[in-house]
């Protein structure tokens, strides 16, 4: 399995950051939030209102054999679904 010590200690930081000053006076921080039928989903970047959720994504879109990442595609559809299901 991939060690992703560093997307999550200084790349997932980074795009929270960015996406403050894409979205003014709005913070970003990862935020775990309920989802409808039970259950919750920890999503990697939620503004302090709630109102902004995103999730990053740092898949590669092919294989090492030049195949699609199937696996990649999954989750984000995955991701689609919590984020429909947000409370």
């Known amino acids: 399995m991939a ?21 003014i006076s709005h913070n970003f921080e990862e935020k775990s939030l309920k989802l409808s039928g039970g259950g919750s989903y920890s999503f990697d970047a939620v503004s302090e209102d709630g109102l902004i959720i995103g999730e990053i994504l740092s898949n590669r879109p092919k294989t090492s054999g030049g195949k699609e990442n199937t696996g990649a595609v999954r989750k984000a559809q995955n991701v689609i679904d919590y984020l429909k299901k947000c409370q």
């Open 3 to 23: 060690d992703t010590t560093k997307i999550k200690n200084v790349i997932d930081p980074y795009v929270r950051k960015w996406l403050s000053t894409q979205f």
